[in-house]
Each structure stands twice: as C-alpha cells, then as structure tokens.
Antibody, heavy 121, light 110 residues
C-alpha cells in the first residue's frame, strides 16, 4: 500500500524557516517524480514544487522561487521541502504527492494527509 | 501561473448528474491533454479521479468522466451519491515541468 506521511510542520514567525519531510513507503520511491502542493485555509490547492526521480531536476511556483528548496533522499525514501524567509501568505496545509506516469509525469496519483504550517507573529 | 477557473459550487440531487468546468488558457489546458481531477474531503488526502483528460484510475467508478474542448475541461459526476459530496479540483500541466490547479468546486448533494 502506498503511504506518504508528512512531518515537520508547525508555527513560525515571518522570516523564519521550517523543513518539511515526507516519508514514503509501499512503492519504489526512486522511480517517481514527487511534488509539494499546498492548500491555503478557505482556498484551493496550489502547486508548489516538483523534483525528478533522481533529484537532478527541480521546478518551483513563482510564489516560492528563491525561498523554498525541494530535495529527496532516495536511500531514505524521503522527500523534503526547506522553507526559508517564510511569509504570512505561506500559511497552508502542505501535501506531498507522488507523480503517476502514463504518457508523462503529469498527474498526482497518491497524496499524503497534509501537515499544517502557520506563519504568524 | 494563474489558477484555472472553476465555479465555486455545484449541486444536484441523488441520482442526478453534475458537471464542473475548468477554464484555463492556451498555455495550459488548451495546449496539453494533461488535465486531471481530484476529489478532496476536508481533512483527508486528495484522491485522483481522472487523469489525461478522460482516463479513470483503477477503482474510480465509471460515474466519473472527463472531457475537454479548447481551453475548458469538464468533470461530470453521474448518478450522484451522498459520498460524492466533496471539493473537486482540476489540474493541468503548464509546460516546462510546471503545474497549475483550479480554484476548486464544492459539490453538494441536496
């Protein structure tokens, strides 16, 4: 059974940092792209970042570019999101999601339960 | 990277059908057949319902169907059931390994 379990969330002041982790199990982690997606309270889902299966390629939404870094440790089956220079508008539930593959890596076939990040003074 | 536009809400009676639209641009929905749809019950993990416009993953009932015309994709839920009440989001590939989600639609079974 595919499982994705996020951790590392919490409350932080503006300008602070947090590192989220996503422990993966039940599949060959090193064979899949992975993503971070967030949901702002009362609003919708927003794609945050993506990393290739070997970690060599990453992309970011404009809103987090230069502040967030996605990475992975395939030996530990773990995905990370380092979040620096946090802003109030980064407050959200953060989900890790696995990319499914068909013609390409263009959809998210398994998701974690999400972890809350609150940025407040 | 503007969000795809979805109606905020949609509703139907049990047994009826509801269709949700997802409007993007020629740079995302209109340019790629990589639209997917997700069902999200609050507090739970989102669930993939449709990928590549109209493909259904194993285990998703055939009451769920997807289509696309131009810059607008649609999800239709037929024979509505109480458990279909949830938030629904579309997503599209937007080129250069970027992705975009829709604004979300709350489906109510009345």
């Amino acid at each position: 059974e595919v499982q994705l379990v996020e951790s590392g969330g919490g409350s932080v002041q503006p300008g602070g940092s947090l590192r989220l982790s996503c422990a993966a199990s039940g599949f060959t982690f090193s064979g899949h792209w992975m993503h971070w997606v967030r949901r702002v309270p009362g609003k919708g889902l927003v794609w945050v970042s993506r990393i290739s299966s070997d970690g060599s390629s990453t992309t970011y939404a404009d809103a987090v570019k230069g502040r967030f870094t996605i990475s992975r440790d395939n030996a530990k089956n773990t995905l990370y999101l380092q979040m620096n220079s946090l802003r109030v508008e980064d407050t959200a539930v953060y989900y890790c999601a696995r990319s499914g593959y068909s013609i390409g890596w263009h959809y998210f076939d398994y998701w974690g339960q999400g972890i809350l990040v609150t940025v407040t003074s | 990277q503007s969000a795809l536009t979805q109606p905020p809400s949609a509703s139907g009676s049990p047994g009826q059908s509801v269709t949700i639209s997802c409007t993007g641009t020629s740079s995302d929905v209109g340019d790629y057949n990589y639209v997917s749809w997700y069902q999200h019950h609050p507090g739970k993990a989102p669930k993939l319902m449709i990928y590549e416009v109209s493909m259904r993953p194993s285990g998703v009932p055939d009451r769920f169907s997807g289509s696309k015309s131009g810059n607008t994709a649609s999800l239709t839920v037929s024979a509505l059931r109480a458990e279909d009440e949830a938030d629904y989001y579309c997503s599209s590939y937007a080129g250069s390994n970027n992705f975009v989600f829709g604004t979300g639609t709350e489906v109510t079974v009345v």
